[in-house]
């Protein structure tokens, strides 16, 4: 059972925090789907950081992160004290703990400000030993855990104590977080390195999207005990420029990964529960043109819907918009074609 997006002080009964299910509603039948390698909110998260890909597009879908510019992430960047915070803020809708008590490193006109504040009422964090937060410095993986642990506490979830035997570098962690970091490890939140934790190293903002999409994501493990379990049948998943954040694709097989174009049998769902039964997987062989009023494919003449997307899959998202008269052809496409009518063409340059 997962266990459904908790804010801050609810109480955690096995089960209890799941939303009750109801008639799902038929998103799309036949027609194309895709399933992203690439971010489809960054041009930057991909090649090289695929590892992170559903987690920052989950995050970023949720208005959790933002680039540092526009279409940029930065994924390799560290990752301040304050902007974990303000993430945390986000994640766990602090906003009802904002109070005129923060540290007096924090500007009262810093963006971070208000999340820091709740965060420091909800002791979630504490300053140094001269009370302040240094909110600007870049955030080691031990105190991101820490912080991290302390927030999932407040929204009443218990954590059994965890251990710390698997990492070779465990005598390095500050006798502080040892607790929190062996009760995150245990509960498949944070994982290792080639075996070390890395506790003094700073986070980057890839890093840091994996470890808190999967607090986010985690299950009762039928004892009542949190766990994050990946599961290689769940995606981030496209219809044109409509982005479905974790589908469960019924029909994988143990193991199965999805990347690209695949048909479509049927998907369901609504709110955030959603469900694909995915056919074949599809190649962009077909030649497309569009000369502001007609559109062929493979030279016959199709039916086109008025709202139809052409969308660029060299990144997902980079090039999106309605169909453009090219004077030539979409070289590299598929079409997506439901109920006899082209609802989108997805294509590479």
Not at 129 to 137: C, K, M, V, W, Y
Not at 247 to 269: H, K, R, S
Not at 287 to 302: E, N, P, R
């Amino acid at each position: 059972m997962r266990i459904k997006w908790l804010s801050l002080f609810s109480v955690f009964v096995a089960g209890s925090m799941l939303l009750h299910a109801s008639a799902a509603q038929v998103i799309q039948k036949d027609g194309l789907v895709f399933v992203p390698e690439h971010s489809v909110f960054f041009a930057d998260v991909g090649e090289g950081h695929r590892w992170a890909v559903q987690s920052v597009d989950y995050l970023a879908n949720h208005n959790i992160v933002s680039g540092t510019e526009r279409l940029v992430y930065s994924p390799a960047e560290t990752l301040t004290r304050a902007d974990f915070v303000t993430m945390l803020a986000r994640a766990y809708q602090m906003s009802d703990y904002v109070s005129a008590d923060n540290f007096p490193d924090v500007p009262d006109n810093a963006y971070y400000s208000e999340a820091v504040s709740a965060a420091k009422n909800l002791g979630i964090i504490s300053g140094d030993s001269d009370g302040n937060f240094r909110p600007t410095d870049p955030l080691t993986r031990q105190d991101a855990m820490v912080m991290l642990r302390r927030t999932l506490g407040r929204t009443g979830l218990f954590f059994p104590e965890g251990s710390l035997a698997a990492f070779s570098d465990a005598e390095s962690i500050a006798p502080y977080a040892r607790t929190d970091i062996a009760a995150l490890a245990a509960a498949g939140v944070i994982s290792g390195t080639n075996g070390k934790l890395n506790p003094t190293s700073s986070v980057t903002r890839a890093e840091m999207a994996v470890m808190l999409y999967r607090a986010l994501l985690l299950e009762d493990d039928g004892s009542g005990n949190p766990v994050y379990v990946n599961r290689s049948n769940v995606v981030n998943l496209c219809i044109g420029n409509a982005f479905y954040p974790n589908v469960t694709i019924e029909n994988a097989t143990e193991g199965q990964t999805f990347a690209g174009l695949y048909v479509c049998e049927e998907m369901t769902g609504e709110g955030e529960d959603f469900t694909a039964t995915l056919g074949d997987a599809r190649t962009l062989d077909q030649q497309v043109v569009w000369d502001g009023s007609v559109l062929t494919v493979d030279g016959q003449t199709v039916t086109v819907a008025e709202d139809c997307d052409a969308i660029c899959i060299d990144p997902y998202g980079s090039i999106s918009g309605g169909l453009v008269s090219t004077g030539g052809e979409y070289q590299s496409a598929a079409v997506s074609v439901t109920n006899g009518v082209v609802t989108a063409v997805y294509y590479t340059k």
